[in-house]
């Protein structure tokens, strides 16, 4: 059976069509499906909806699973969603593979060869479930006896709510300060620049029904970031009744239905939005309402000038004539223009639309404008946009959605002792804190993470050594660029668990392997986010029996793990799971891990199903209807809640923060120095005061441009179900759905003007080399690359991972290449996250 583009979006859209899942058989069809019969709904005969969550991406969509005769065989979003009004993205269905996938670990594995490297066979063997945590707890508990406990680490990737198990109590309990999460390999850069403006550390919701105007820095909503079934189901709208202007070197999907396509040099947004506030401000377009005016309604913001202070009241923002003076003066379209290579006059006309629609539009941040070297300051301009124009909290605008009541588990520090205590004193092994990696999440110093570092903190046994490890859904040794440090330092860990769905670059250096449970499908959890103007939680759970071995990494697993080291004598992990993990309708104790996954899941969710606790949103009538439901929403959200405490130092929208210069003085103070030096140290190229107001700064490159002539930069598939779906035949057949892409290939798209100094045709074989790494993949020459960069996809270039993901899965040949081999190891340090983007490497090609 060849599944063309053409059938598979007609389903996706419709989420209809029969989609039997093709994981476990290829490309054949289920033969479950073959005596089924459709009514004229087009639904299928017999079987069960069944409420779950796809974790595709962070959109984290309530959906509902056909089940028939305990099989799944098709997926649609959840009627009971607000966020979301029952819609699902192509990655929804996707999840059919995942899950009956051939490929998929099936159970316990044991490495019999003591040797690690990308080139050695672990020779994995099968062991019972209770061999390999015997061997799990022995590891765990020498670290104990030799009062090493802060040795141990958890390694946490993608996660449900549940992660407080694993990730956090069982980590700390046994007397670690190491759960180490990918968070800063994802989105912290993009975060820095609204905490410092407005105090909100956290994704946004952006009222789209309402909006008469969105900039797009360098998001995608019709295919990646988050929120992608609502943007899909409201575009159409959004296009009939608001402009749209996409700032991004790659014609995306929302690019080329935009009413503006400005094609930035990729790191040189922070440009485009110092010259846009520069024009709202000098036109005097801001939001008098929100920002305040002049105390003659003389505007004197002019090209060129200072102005005085005095002469300004402001009314829900601190610093606007600050700004004006230490940034945006002089930052006039023409000398953004020489910067971003946008023309002058499209600066200008985009500054002036969207400030004419304000205050019902949205400036709309994504990591691929703020995760680079100097890209916190670039998330700060950006988002200060919604500021001035008054859209910041409001109707048609960038919103924010105040804490879902859930309630947390009980305390843990009962359960410590004298050993456990020893070792949380030690200092986070991922370096957080020290100078060089302020991390400074919700204005604290070390207070984020910085997720790639921990690959060079085990390299250099600073702060310590690491002994033992457990990796759970995450795969670190693709998804971290310089990948070869990751693999050197799993290659040195002594003893590595890896928790997975499917046998992953991380899984090769293990030395115990665990069969996970697959989210979707066969898990107990929750997640919440937000969307359309709603708050939202919503439920993992099994909806079919696992075809194989397998357990919930984050419940199970540490239950298990708890079991066997009572039995040995240390006794406090499962104390705690047994008496404060009860089932909060009996009060009984588990007695088993499922057990255990379903009343932690309970305690959690209380707040939401308890009828006698009353919260701001659905009312549901128990833990069954709960279940049943698989969503729980808020109620819409209340417009303009935030505007008279937003939370920072000085309760207003920040222009000048005060908020970055307490948190910028105390890690200084911390290093007994000043924040200059700390900047500096950082990359960034401020000095003074300003230091802390949204400016520009020029991007950091690794490489000279006479050697590596290109800027690189990636994007996200709107079928990478993060990074997980490269096995599925779904994902290969239909990724030409990504403009500029090809089906069943890894492609780096090439301005034809550059192709042709290159003597490179589309289908040549080639190299791409960056100051760090090379890899190889094919070109493809496409128009919808801005001259001077090359774009590729990120998610190919699997060298494991199963027999899709991979051109020769036996011999660790991978299709394509992995971005991670030639971006750097580098850091946006003010925030701890990941540089991926904004051209932080430049390349050179080789033709092959």
């Not at 459709?38 to 959109?59: F, L, M, P, V």
Request: glycine fraction near 8%; charged fraction near 30%; hydrophobic fraction near 35%.
């Amino acid at each position: 059976m060849k599944l063309t583009r053409r059938s598979f979006l007609k389903v996706s859209a419709a989420t209809t069509g029969g989609l039997a899942a093709l994981g476990a058989t290829g490309c054949k069809r289920n033969p479950v499906l073959n005596s089924l019969t459709e009514d004229e709904s087009g639904s299928i005969d017999g079987g069960e909806w069944k409420a779950t969550t796809c974790q595709g991406c962070t959109t984290w969509c309530p959906v509902e699973v056909k089940v028939v005769d305990g099989r799944a065989i098709k997926v649609k979003g959840n009627r009971y969603s607000k966020a979301h009004n029952g819609n699902v993205c192509p990655r929804g269905h996707m999840s059919l593979q995942q899950v009956y996938d051939p490929d998929r670990i099936k159970v316990p594995m044991k490495r019999t060869n003591p040797k690690k490297g990308r080139n050695e066979d672990p020779k994995f063997v099968p062991i019972t479930w209770d061999e390999a945590i015997e061997e799990i707890a022995d590891k765990m508990l020498e670290l104990r006896k030799n009062n090493e406990t802060h040795k141990y680490v958890t390694f946490r990737g993608r996660y449900t709510y549940m992660r407080d198990i694993l990730y956090g109590k069982f980590t700390k309990i046994f007397g670690s300060p190491n759960g180490i999460s990918h968070s800063a390999i994802c989105a912290e850069a993009e975060k820095f620049g609204s905490y410092y403006t407005e105090s909100y550390w956290g994704y946004r919701d952006y009222d789209l029904e309402n909006t008469k105007y969105v900039l797009l820095w360098g998001a995608d909503p019709l295919a990646s970031n988050r929120q992608v079934p609502h943007s899909i189901n409201a575009w159409g709208d959004v296009l009939d009744q608001a402009g749209v202007a996409v700032m991004d070197p790659r014609l995306s999907a929302t690019a080329a239905k935009a009413d503006e396509w400005l094609p930035v040099i990729p790191g040189e947004d922070g440009a485009l939005a110092i010259a846009m506030a520069h024009v709202i401000l000098a036109k005097g377009l801001w939001n008098r309402e929100f920002v305040g005016d002049f105390v003659d309604g003389k505007n004197r913001f002019k090209t060129g000038e200072e102005v005085d202070e005095s002469t300004f009241k402001e009314n829900y923002t601190n610093g606007v004539v600050k700004w004006w003076n230490l940034e945006l003066k002089d930052k006039t379209p023409q000398w953004a223009a020489k910067r971003s290579g946008i023309p002058a006059e499209q600066i200008e006309r985009v500054a002036t639309d969207f400030a004419k629609a304000g205050p019902n539009v949205i400036s709309w941040l994504a990591p691929g404008a703020s995760m680079h070297v100097r890209g916190g300051y670039t998330a700060m301009a950006a988002h200060a946009l919604n500021g001035l124009v008054g859209s910041v909290d409001n109707k048609g605008g960038s919103i924010r959605h105040s804490d879902i009541p859930v309630d947390d588990f009980p305390g843990y520090k009962n359960y410590l002792d004298k050993v456990a205590k020893k070792g949380l004193e030690h200092h986070k092994m991922d370096q957080r804190g020290y100078k060089e990696f302020p991390a400074l999440k919700k204005g604290k110093s070390g207070k984020g993470v910085v997720t790639n570092n921990a690959a060079d903190a085990i390299l250099d046994e600073d702060p310590y050594e690491i002994k033992v490890a457990i990796g759970y859904w995450n795969n670190f040794a693709f998804s971290c660029s310089g990948t070869d440090r990751w693999e050197e330092a799993l290659a040195k860990l002594p003893f590595f668990v890896h928790i997975t769905t499917n046998p992953a670059e991380m899984t090769q250096f293990a030395d115990i392997v665990l069969p996970a449970a697959q989210h979707k499908y066969e898990k107990f959890g929750y997640v919440k986010s937000k969307a359309n103007t709603y708050a939202y939680v919503t439920m993992n759970q099994p909806v079919i029996e696992p075809l194989w071995d397998v357990k919930m990494d984050e419940t199970e697993v540490p239950w298990l793990i708890a079991e066997k080291m009572a039995e040995k004598g240390y006794d406090k992990l499962l104390k705690y799971f047994k008496e404060e993990i009860k089932d909060p309708e009996t009060g009984k104790s588990p007695t088993n891990e499922r057990e255990f996954s379903e009343y932690a899941l309970k305690i959690r969710t209380r707040p939401l199903w308890d009828p006698k606790i009353k919260v701001n949103g659905d009312q549901i009538n128990g833990w069954e209807e709960l279940r049943k439901l698989g969503v729980w929403n808020s109620e819409p959200y209340k417009f303009k809640q935030n505007w008279d405490d937003f939370g920072t130092k000085t309760g207003k929208f920040e222009f000048y923060s005060e908020t970055l210069k307490k948190a910028l003085g105390k890690h200084a103070k911390k290093h007994h120095t000043d924040i200059d030096d700390i900047l500096e140290t950082c990359k960034y190229e401020a000095r003074g005061e300003l230091a802390f107001v949204p400016h520009y700064e020029e991007a950091y490159r690794w490489g000279e441009e006479r050697e590596y002539p290109f800027i690189f930069f990636e994007h996200r598939s709107r079928l990478n179900r993060e990074a997980r779906s490269a096995n599925c035949n779904w994902y290969q057949e239909l990724k030409d759905v990504d403009p500029g892409d090809e089906a069943w290939n890894d492609v780096a798209k090439i301005n034809p003007k550059d192709a042709r100094r290159l003597g490179i045709k589309t289908g040549d074989k080639i190299k791409l080399i960056s100051p760090t790494g090379e890899i190889e993949c094919e070109a493809k020459l496409w128009e919808g690359v801005r001259p001077g960069t090359v774009g590729k996809c990120y998610g190919q270039g699997h060298w494991a991972y199963g027999k899709v993901a991979s051109e020769d899965y036996k011999n660790k040949l991978p299709r394509g290449g992995n971005n991670n081999e030639i971006l750097p190891p580098d850091y946006e340090r003010l925030s701890g996250s990941t540089a991926r983007h904004g051209g932080v490497a430049r390349i050179k090609i080789e033709k092959i």
